[in-house]
């Protein structure tokens, strides 16, 4: 797949992706800028296993403080470490969820294909923040609204994904909207 871009309204910035997806399986490299909660530079790159459960994710992030990285890995087990040191807080997730990203909506949507079919699926997720990049636990709710509808919640917030056929977000109300080159 060619690059996709995202307009951030969270951060005030942008986000281009650039994916690739096959068999189960989905490879992105991306970069996201922002000023929001303090002007930064973010690179990333994410490897899936099979059914798209998060292996790697590593992250760079900028800011006027200097970098940051970080090597979260899945052992596939559901263990997880954050270069190199155990997360038990995060243990049994499947999925890694970059703050700020509409590209981390995509594995669990994927997986369990609720941007095509009925169903509600409850994930624990790491959860990185942007820009500090510390790996906390959240648990999140995906909800088939219709085909292409997916209702994200997480404790009190709610907001109603739009996603593509490939199932790589269009519009997440209140965080990012989808560009398109003209």
Not at 106 to 130: C, D, I, K, N, Y
Not at 147 to 155: A, D, E, I, K
């Amino acid at each position: 797949m060619s690059a996709i871009t995202w307009e951030v309204f969270a951060s005030r910035g942008f986000e281009t992706a650039w994916p690739e997806q096959g068999e189960g399986l989905l490879r992105a490299r991306g970069r996201a800028v922002g000023i929001e909660p303090e002007p930064y530079w973010v690179s990333y790159a994410l490897e899936t296993g099979y059914g798209f459960v998060t292996r790697r994710l590593t992250v760079t992030a900028e800011t006027g403080d200097g970098a940051r990285e970080l090597d979260l890995r899945h052992d596939g087990h559901g263990r997880w470490t954050a270069n190199g040191e155990p997360l038990p807080d995060v243990g049994g997730a499947l999925d890694c969820d970059l703050g700020l990203c509409p590209l981390t909506n995509t594995m669990p949507v994927l997986r369990h294909g609720l941007h095509r079919e009925p169903g509600e699926r409850e994930f624990l997720m790491a959860w990185v923040s942007v820009p500090d990049l510390a790996v906390r636990p959240s648990r999140q709710t995906y909800t088939h609204v219709r085909p292409g509808r997916v209702r994200f919640s997480s404790g009190d917030f709610r907001s109603d994904l739009e996603f593509d056929e490939e199932g790589f977000v269009v519009d997440y109300p209140q965080l990012a909207t989808r560009l398109t080159a003209r």
